[in-house]
């Protein structure tokens, strides 16, 4: 396996753990009925996010810019937006995560950008 190849499949572990939060963000709805509206806010965030890199992870082996860009500023945003949130363990290993997908993908950009 090559590191484009791995880039891509880190994107899709990213996309079910996104899946997965939401689920379980879904199902913790009735343990905080005062905050359900933020929990669905939050659980249709996860969804939105993990179609949205799910169709990168496909058109990634089209080499286009702009999906290579939207792949790498997701990732980047991803990664900026757990530092500004309350830090658990949980917090870092998909901090880590994002940031390995976006180094694989950064140092694989010939094989997804065009020539």
Same mark, same amino acid.
């Not at 939060?21 to 199902?27: C, I, R, S």
């Not at 933020?38 to 058109?59: K, P, R």
């Not at 990634?60 to 991803?78: D, E, G, Q």
């Given at each position: 396996?090559?590191?484009?190849q791995i880039?891509?499949?880190?994107?899709?572990?990213?996309v079910?753990?996104?899946?997965f939060?939401?689920?379980?963000?879904?199902?913790?709805l009735g343990?905080?009925?005062?905050m359900?509206?933020?929990? =669905?806010? &939050?659980?249709?965030?996860? $969804?939105v996010?993990?179609?949205? @890199?799910? %169709?990168?992870?496909?058109?990634?082996?089209?080499?286009?810019?702009?999906?290579?860009?939207l792949?790498?500023?997701?990732?980047?945003v991803?990664i900026?937006?757990?530092?500004?949130?309350q830090?658990g363990?949980?917090? =870092?290993l &998909?901090m880590l995560?994002? $940031?390995?997908?976006?180094?694989? @993908?950064? %140092?694989s950009?010939?094989?997804?950008?065009?020539?």
């Amino acid at each position: 396996m090559n590191l484009p190849q791995i880039a891509r499949y880190l994107v899709l572990l990213t996309v079910a753990i996104l899946l997965f939060f939401g689920l379980g963000t879904l199902a913790n709805l009735g343990s905080h009925p005062d905050m359900m509206g933020v929990f =669905i806010f &939050y659980a249709f965030a996860m $969804f939105v996010e993990a179609a949205v @890199l799910l %169709f990168c992870f496909f058109g990634l082996k089209k080499r286009s810019k702009r999906i290579f860009w939207l792949t790498a500023a997701i990732l980047a945003v991803n990664i900026i937006a757990t530092i500004f949130d309350q830090v658990g363990m949980i917090d =870092i290993l &998909y901090m880590l995560l994002n $940031f390995v997908t976006l180094t694989a @993908l950064y %140092f694989s950009r010939k094989e997804f950008l065009p020539a």
